[in-house]
């Protein structure tokens, strides 16, 4: 389990692993180094996908996270999504694959992609939009795994609008970024604990 990193000015963060009782470094590029700041103790899922959702540039609706328990993955994240059911690893589900595969994929085109859009049809309970909610045009899924590689969850990173063109493809290079934050992910207490 990882205790509150400490972060250095040159682009490290330390972690300290009580598992094996010894200190991690991980070097970060900058633009990465706020997620340091939500991988303690006291930080909720909100937080640490407000963080994210700056550092990826989208809405903090857009960031979904989720925790694999007994062949289900459950919604941390978006809070209002913890009550509508899980998603079993043995459906078609993108976040089910992307457990299953152990590979973080890319979706510049998700809209034309075969998915359970379920999710997406829900609105949180303070929404205050009439119409129904933008579907997702952009998608990144990246499993999120613990040191034996045992997936533990699945960060979803998304872009959504009414139509593709309103919504910018993501990059390998944020594909690269979301695949190093979700290693730092696997014991965060913003997964574990909500």
Known sequence: MFASPVLRRNGYLMTQNNDHAMMEEV????????VGSVLGQGVTALDLCMVLAKIFRVQYTEVALLRLEGGLLRFVFPEYLRTTGAI???SKAVAAHTALSKKAEIFNNFARVKHASIFETIKADDAEEVAAPAPIQKLMSVPIMDRDSAVVGVIQISRKALDPKFAQDFSREDLHDLELVAGLLATAPALMAN
Do not use: I, K, Q, R
Request: aromatic share 0%; hydrophobic share 45%; proline share 27%.
């Open 27 to 34: 070097v970060l590029p900058e633009h990465l180094l706020p």
């Open 88 to 90: 079993p690893l043995s």
